[in-house]
């Protein structure tokens, strides 16, 4: 099973809802693959419109009047970043072929060990027939970066016309998941948030999931997972279906930006190697299922199991840490997210919103609870949004608008939910916890006052930044801008060009100015030590025994974890490794002190 291997050891996962909407039409053409949300497809309409304007293409407007608009939307939008990205490929492979200048710079920023960049520099020594060979080899050598979509499983929201629900075929991510179905594109649907079994099952309705007569797949699916135990379980599930999982993109529990689903104290490199050792036993065993769940269809299965690719993305930040995942774990590319944020080439964030990422430090970051979802989110002090929301719970006018949906998942007053972060929520919470009042102490009515009250509107915070910077009107209620940072954000401190960022990832300079960054895997255990910290301390009164059985196994995990760093570090005579055993010692005393109460 050979992999097909990519022009670049890194790609761009999905932040947010804008942050990456564009990536593919700003950076595809350099063969670097990155990921969209279709989550927002009110956001999806508005920038088809813009970039249907910059790119002179027609654009025909898809209202709400269209029974099936939010898929159609979607698919119209992919379609579009398709046929923009081919033909800025095509320019540049034009240009490379053309100047030498440009061929030298795009050199600069390719991968050290590639092939490709040895067989390129050989050209730059070329007389005469330097156009018509680089072009030639470039037709053969060079692929557009692709255009990937992600889905959060859970954004599942049943809809309704006039108090009527809708078939399952409109929730918002089985019409997410028909958009991209539909689409002309030949790239890969990454689902994050864990298992839907009804989404999962939706996915037979589409051909391009299931092999071509040559055996290719033209849309793969990724699934993002947090374990070994999760990726046998959602491989297996969606093999028996005659669905292949192509690619199982590894992410840090805590380490990471946006929503964190922490593990039960399981860390990133034992997480690793965890795959790495079963990696074929993983193959061979979804293989054998999936055989079974064609042949059912009475689709032909390959002989040989398709390809898989294990990845990995959370915290990454230097050179040194891109290769050592790459190899010691044999990862087939490392996500860098976090730090695109500062590359105005890659992302879409508005001015303001840069500046304030690149002065965070250490202490702006923090895990809050301001999602709707009720998952601990990672987000920085200071936005716009925080700004706003703060100023409505002074004028006790806590809540939003909610003008998008996405996330009214609760069904607590309905079928057809509300979101917690919603004004009409809060206001009945708060209500039901004024009659209360008299009954607690002044702490805990606080505590629970600003438990109702920090959740935030990120529907409309997460999608805010694109339409600031490419000057978009916005309308409705002021949220300002949402942010999800990776605490990783503290240690760089300036915006940079793509080939900066790119030259730092393959190691041929650096764009860290703070000597002081924590290694990757250090800096994750800390994460687990203080949110185990803070569960304990934040108990409310009633302790179970199947809790003190959660806390337990997830500090011995956690010490499992160190020891394995502890034996991992050992063998390297590096300055970097001796610093990570004392701080390894460290977090090991850090955790010993942890107490555990009991019943």
């Known amino acids: 099973?050979?992999?097909?291997?990519?022009?670049?050891?890194?790609?761009?996962?999905?932040?947010?809802?804008?942050?990456?909407?564009?990536?593919?039409?700003?950076?595809?053409q350099y063969g670097i693959s990155s990921v969209v949300s279709i989550i927002d497809d009110e956001l999806i309409e508005k920038m088809n419109a813009f970039y249907s304007k910059k790119f002179n293409?027609?654009?025909?407007?898809?209202?709400?009047?269209a029974q099936d608009y939010r898929a159609e939307r979607i698919t119209s939008y992919l379609n579009l970043a398709d046929t923009i990205v081919k033909e800025k490929f095509s320019n540049f492979k034009a240009e490379l072929s053309e100047s030498k200048a440009?061929?030298?710079h795009f050199i600069t920023t390719l991968p050290n060990t590639s092939d490709f960049k040895e067989g390129l520099s050989n050209f730059l020594q070329e007389g005469v027939a330097f156009k018509d060979k680089v072009r030639s080899y470039l037709e053969t050598h060079l692929k557009a970066g692709t255009i990937d979509v992600n889905i959060m499983t859970k954004v599942d929201k049943d809809n309704f016309i006039k108090g009527e629900q809708l078939p399952t075929e409109y929730n918002d991510a089985h019409a997410s998941l028909r958009g991209f179905a539909n689409?002309?594109?030949?790239?890969?649907?990454?689902?994050?948030?864990?298992?839907?079994?009804?989404?999962y099952?939706?996915?037979?309705?589409?051909?391009?999931?299931f092999p071509d007569a040559n055996g290719e797949l033209k849309k793969k699916i990724i699934l993002k997972v947090s374990d070994y135990r999760s990726a046998i379980i959602q491989g297996k599930f969606l093999a028996k279906k005659g669905l292949w999982v192509s690619e199982y993109r590894i992410e840090s529990g805590l380490n990471c930006g946006g929503h964190a689903f922490a593990t039960e104290g399981f860390l990133l490199g034992p997480i690793l190697e965890e795959f790495k050792t079963k990696k074929i036993e993983l193959i061979q065993d979804t293989h054998e299922v999936y055989v079974k769940g064609l042949n059912q269809k009475e689709i032909d299965a390959p002989q040989q199991p398709l390809e898989l690719k294990i990845t990995v993305q959370g915290g990454v930040g230097t050179a040194e840490e891109h290769h050592f995942l790459l190899e010691n774990y044999q990862v087939d590319s490392v996500g860098w997210g976090t730090p695109f944020l500062l590359v105005p080439e890659a992302t879409s964030v508005d001015q303001q919103t840069r500046d304030l990422l690149r002065s965070a430090k250490e202490k702006d970051l923090y895990l809050s609870g301001i999602s709707p979802l009720g998952v601990p989110f990672n987000t920085i002090k200071g936005t716009t949004n925080e700004f706003h929301k703060q100023k409505r719970i002074t004028n006790n006018k806590a809540g939003s608008s909610c003008p998008k949906k996405f996330l009214a998942l609760s069904k607590a007053f309905g079928p057809e939910g509300i979101c917690t972060a919603s004004k009409k929520y809060q206001d009945v919470k708060l209500q039901e916890l004024e009659t209360k009042k008299a009954d607690v102490s002044p702490t805990i009515y606080e505590n629970a006052k600003a438990k109702i009250t920090e959740k935030a509107c990120l529907c409309v915070g997460l999608a805010n930044a694109s339409y600031l910077e490419n000057n978009i009107d916005i309308k409705g209620q002021e949220q300002g801008v949402v942010i999800c940072p990776g605490p990783n954000v503290a240690y760089f401190d300036k915006e940079v060009s793509l080939s900066e960022m790119m030259k730092h990832i393959n190691g041929n300079a650096s764009v860290l100015s703070n000597v002081d960054r924590p290694n990757m895997f250090v800096k994750e255990l800390k994460m687990y030590v203080d949110y185990l910290k803070n569960e304990i301390d934040t108990i409310s009164e009633d302790l179970t025994a199947k809790q003190i059985k959660k806390w337990t196994a997830f500090k011995n995990n956690l010490f499992d974890g160190i020891t394995y760093y502890e034996d991992l570090f050992v063998t390297a005579l590096s300055s970097e490794y001796t610093t990570i055993q004392k701080e390894l010692q460290f977090y090991k005393d850090e955790l010993t002190l942890v107490s555990i109460p009991q019943l």
């Open 57 to 65: 293409l027609p654009y025909q407007e898809i209202t709400k009047k």
């Open 102 to 104: 440009a061929l030298e």
């Open 183 to 199: 689409s002309n594109l030949s790239s890969s649907v990454v689902l994050s948030a864990g298992m839907n079994p009804r989404l």
């Open 201 to 209: 099952s939706y996915f037979e309705n589409f051909k391009d999931f």
């Open 1 to 28: 099973m050979a992999l097909t291997k990519s022009l670049h050891s890194f790609h761009i996962p999905v932040m947010g809802l804008a942050y990456t909407i564009d990536s593919p039409i700003r950076v595809a």
